[in-house]
């Protein structure tokens, strides 16, 4: 009898290591793949043109590619930043800019074609997104105003508000 219960003492004690070291390297996978997300929030923004159908009086949408594309961060002072967030980029139809994660303001300088340029102010709010303990937080945003001068650019339309990891296009910019 003795022998049968301190078998089974030492089968039981097996399958409790083995039940616990599964449940941990389980737990462990899960958080990783959150972890390996995209952590950087990026606002993404579209070029169009909106073309004229003369027999229907309509306007259509039209991706515009623009040929030559230089974008500068402008700090809170209003000089622009060393950095270079693109650099004389080619055939370009959209792009994703970084919204500044602690001031609820971001300003870009976009030069287009190497000759004209715009401004492009953001006003958003900051918000942190909870991942894990292990993995931290993510600073998403949300877009209250959007202002940008009228150099090439005819206007600018909000798409979509909230800026996160999620892939999505946030701002259009028009050209006529």
């Given amino acids: 009898m003795k022998n ?3 078998n089974n003492f030492i089968k039981s004690t097996v399958f409790i290591w083995i039940t ?3 449940f941990f390297s ?3 996978i899960v958080s990783d793949e959150v972890c390996r997300k995209e ?3 990026r606002l993404k923004v579209g070029f169009y043109t909106a073309i004229l159908n003369s027999s229907t009086g309509n306007y259509t949408l039209s991706t515009l590619s623009i040929d030559s594309l230089t974008v500068n961060g402008v700090d809170s002072l209003g000089n622009i930043m ?3 967030l693109y650099n004389n980029s080619k055939n370009l139809s959209s792009i994703k800019l970084p919204l500044n994660k602690f001031s609820n303001e971001s300003k870009f300088i976009i030069r287009f074609n190497d000759s ?3 401004t492009l102010t953001v006003f958003h709010t900051n918000y942190d997104q909870y991942l894990s303990f292990e993995c931290g937080i993510i600073r998403n ?3 209250d105003t959007v202002l940008i001068t009228n150099h090439f650019v005819d206007s600018v339309k909000i798409q979509e508000h909230n800026v996160s990891t999620i892939d999505a296009e946030h701002l259009q910019i028009f050209h006529n």
Avoid: R
Wanted: charged share 15%; proline share 0%.
């Fill in 4 to 6: 049968f219960l301190h």
């Fill in 20 to 22: 616990a070291v599964f």
């Fill in 26 to 28: 389980t737990s462990c």
């Fill in 39 to 41: 952590k950087n929030s």
């Fill in 82 to 84: 060393d950095s270079v």
């Fill in 116 to 118: 004209i340029q715009d």
């Fill in 141 to 143: 945003h949300l877009i």
